[in-house]
């Protein structure tokens, strides 16, 4: 009875033993199957949609250039020791600080033109000769008595902006355009390639101190001199 009864538990503990092992090969090749998905699932990267926009934190925005004064554009610390032409019977000359330093034998001065009623310098900045960095200044004068007719003087960086300030390109005696001598500047700005300039001149009937005849004129470079176009009046 015991041969029987040790056969029997033999037989019985082997079928476990073989059917353990067979769950065990069922979960082993489970838990290969899972792992397998979760490491492609983590390493696929996911295709971009054509139709769906990029996001803010992926999308690039080029850069605006935001034209800012330079070294190759003339400001108004460069028109302070800008040369001018003869004027009121004063010689050419560099301006120091605004001003034509004294000559000899010449009465007077030479200097930037000043509105009296806005307390600002009449000049202007923008593009003249195709490099946006061009200007525009008016220069009063005298003789040693009453002001002499404005006139405006236009600009360019040129090679030795920074040595020898900025290359006069030329410019125009107001006096020269409408005769009436006391031409005083009311405004001055540049746009399209071009400087407007707004004038008070004086007609048949005013006196010396008081003109009343509002002119302007577009002045331009035509790449060897300046020319004054469209002279008008315009009250």
């Not at 033999?10 to 069922?26: D, F, G, N």
């Not at 009937?205 to 331009?220: E, Y």
Request: hydrophobic share 35%; aromatic share 4%; proline share 8%.
């Amino acid at each position: 009875m015991s041969v029987r009864k040790d056969t029997h538990m033999t037989t019985v503990s082997y079928r476990q033993r073989v059917l353990l092992q067979s769950w065990a090969v069922k979960l082993i090749g489970l838990l290969s199957a899972v792992a397998v998905a979760a490491c492609a699932r983590t390493t696929e990267q996911p295709k971009a949609d054509p139709t769906t926009p990029a996001s803010p934190a992926t999308s690039v925005t080029p850069a605006t250039p935001v034209p800012t004064p330079g070294r190759g554009a003339v400001t108004f610390e460069y028109l302070q020791r800008a040369p001018v032409p003869a004027l009121c019977e004063h010689d050419p000359g560099e301006l120091r600080n605004g001003q034509l330093p004294p000559q000899e034998g010449h009465r007077g001065n030479v200097g930037i033109a000043l509105n009296y009623n806005t307390a600002a310098y009449k000049v202007a900045f923008g593009d003249l000769t195709g490099g946006a960095g061009d200007a525009a200044m008016v220069i009063h004068c005298n003789a040693g008595g009453v002001g002499w007719p404005e006139s405006v003087q236009l600009y360019t960086a040129g090679p030795q902006l920074s040595t020898a300030g900025p290359t006069r390109l030329g410019g125009i005696d107001l006096g020269d355009l409408t005769h009436g001598g006391s031409e005083i500047v009311t405004a001055l700005s540049i746009s399209d390639g071009v400087a407007h300039v707004t004038w008070m001149a004086n007609g048949p009937n005013d006196g010396a101190c008081c003109p009343t005849v509002k002119m302007m004129a577009d002045l331009r470079w035509d790449g060897s001199t300046v020319v004054a176009q469209n002279v008008r009046r315009a009250n």
